[in-house]
């Protein structure tokens, strides 16, 4: 089955941390730019980070910059975001997205929600 699946949302106080986790399978992962998104209640859907098939050169939202770090393994075909300094705006169900010529999909997404 090809899909990729997140893991790692849940309840974080303001100023606090989480790390984020997608797994995929069924598709060559290497050959994968991949990326974040998040959706909040009553907002579209937004792009959070992007990573090339290498890792090069991540690219940021401008809301989440000095705050947020998408890495990846290829070995362990994982992708990772680490989430630092959450504000309660951060609050969303995050997507784990790939893409690769014509195809691209998204994970069915884990909750952050962020609050005191």
């Known amino acids: 089955q090809v899909h990729q699946v997140e893991s790692g949302g849940g309840l974080v106080q303001p100023g606090g941390s989480l790390r984020l986790s997608c797994i995929a399978s069924g598709f060559i992962f290497k050959d994968y730019a991949m990326s974040w998104y998040r959706q909040a209640p009553g907002k579209e859907r937004e792009l959070v980070a992007t990573i090339t098939t290498m890792g090069d050169g991540p690219n940021y939202a401008d809301s989440v910059k000095g705050r947020f770090t998408i890495s990846r393994d290829n070995a362990k075909n994982m992708v990772y975001l680490q989430m630092n300094s959450l504000k309660p705006e951060d609050t969303a169900v995050y997507y784990c997205?790939?893409?690769?010529?014509?195809?691209?999909?998204w994970g069915q997404g884990t909750r952050v929600t962020v609050s005191s």
């Open positions: 997205h790939r893409r690769f010529i014509h195809d691209n999909a």
